[in-house]
């Protein structure tokens, strides 16, 4: 090969690894909406003091996280007393760019943010705590339409813990859990703002953002919602496969009792759908099959309350489940978990973990403890195995998503936005 042409598939080379490593993080827990990154040349070891922090923001209370999409950065961000304001950053400085702010006072239990947005081509998506679903134009930072999916569907006095819904983009739509008395989920034309499809209301009120799984090789969109009671004695609650392009509900698993969800489901593939929750629910794996008529019929695999999440769905890294269950109820820590239900091992309270966030990159988990620190871990069955940990954040209950992109690993704590390196 002549010196030009090496030269040439070097380039090549060099800007596939720069895509690759600077894949955006545009929607709740990231490109597939499963805590995954392709990011690589993570960091296998910190200096002393921990990974270098590159800039911070303030910000106000809240567990809502960013969304990053072509070197910017998003986050609703929120005053209780005025209202909600969609903040855009310079990922790079921490510069802020733009900001778009609306009115929406009020408080509810556990103050300020609540979720987390969508970005997608030229617009970017956001549901405040009291239902306001804004989307905004990323280039004239104005917006191109909004409604209330809390009261358009009947909703009176706010959830206890507000509206807490993260948009999916689905091709020409984005959806939504209204939470509201009168309808489940609601498929908005993305552009215009239409309602393009709704269901019935599927059960109780719950806190979960809808999600996808592949069925029989078909998007099938996955909710939750609550069971009436609570621990052993709840019951009603359900889980529901809706076909993503018109709204029909296509199968119903009537086994799943938490009185307040908040995970997602999280897709396992061969048509599994791991589903967790808090409130000594656990965990259950469900599997979905097609039949001879084209309808679905479902059979739970198992159940086990010695796994799973208070707030967010589980890793998965070559067939096994990583959560971190610490609930009202119980202080498991980080749970390591077969595909096959086996508890492999817990951290219980030493390192304790609590409703943190995680993202798996570089074969490596980056989480935060739900507390001060922030950890890197090698994911392995055998035991828990800490590489690093510093703290960086400040006392609180430091619950948002995190977000990982171009080696930029972005945390929020109760009162700031920290961009930490985390790559080469």
């Known amino acids: ?149 809390w009261k358009d569907f009947g909703g009176g006095q706010v959830p206890k813990w507000g509206v807490s819904q993260c948009p999916l983009i689905y091709n020409d739509l984005v959806i939504v859990a209204s939470q509201a008395p009168k309808t489940g989920v609601v498929a908005y034309d993305k552009l215009s703002g239409s309602v393009r499809w709704k269901t019935p209301s599927l059960g109780e009120l719950g806190y979960v953002s809808p999600s996808l799984a592949k069925i029989s090789g078909n998007d099938h969109l996955i ?50 759908v791991m589903i967790v929750g808090g409130y000594n629910a656990g965990a259950a794996m469900i599997k979905v099959d097609r039949k001879a008529d084209g309808s679905y019929g479902v059979t739970e695999l198992y159940k086990n309350v010695n796994f799973g999440d208070h707030t967010k769905p ?31 091992w817990k951290t219980m309270r030493a390192p304790a973990f609590d409703k943190g966030s995680m993202i798996l990159a570089d074969g490596l988990i980056l989480a935060t403890n739900g507390s001060k620190a922030l950890y890197l871990i090698q994911p392995d069955p055998s035991g828990f195995k800490p590489l690093a940990s510093a703290e960086l954040l400040g006392t609180g209950q430091n619950w948002a998503p995190i977000a990982l992109a171009d080696g930029k690993l972005l945390i929020k704590d109760q009162s700031r936005m920290l961009c930490v390196k985390v790559a080469r």
């Open 1 to 149: 090969m002549s010196r030009e042409k090496i030269c040439i598939a070097a380039a090549v080379l060099l800007v596939t690894v720069t895509n690759v490593n600077a894949q955006d993080w545009p929607q709740y827990l990231g490109p597939a909406r499963n805590s995954t990154s392709p990011q690589k040349g993570i960091l296998r070891s910190w200096p002393k003091d921990g990974p270098e922090v590159l800039w911070t923001v303030n910000t106000g209370k809240g567990y809502g996280g960013p969304v990053i999409k072509d070197g910017k950065v998003y986050l609703l961000d929120r005053d209780d007393k005025s209202g909600d304001k969609m903040r855009c950053f310079d990922l790079s400085s921490g510069r802020e760019l733009w900001s778009f702010a609306y009115a929406a006072p009020g408080s509810v239990l556990y103050p300020g943010t609540r979720s987390v947005p969508a970005v997608d081509g030229d617009r970017v998506y956001s549901v405040g705590p009291f239902g306001d679903f804004y989307c905004i134009d990323i280039n004239t930072h104005k917006p191109l339409w909004n409604k209330n999916i």
């Open 223 to 272: 909710m939750i919602t609550a069971a009436s009671g609570s621990g052993s004695g709840a019951s009603g609650g359900r889980v529901v496969g809706i076909d993503p392009q018109n709204g029909k509900v296509l199968w119903k698993y009537q086994n799943w009792n938490c009185a307040i969800p908040v995970p997602s489901a999280y897709d396992a593939g061969e048509n599994r």
């Open 314 to 344: 589980p890793i998965l890294y070559n067939g096994y489940f990583y959560a971190q269950y610490s609930t009202n109820e119980r202080r498991d820590g980080l749970v390591c978990m077969s595909l096959d239900g086996k508890v492999m």
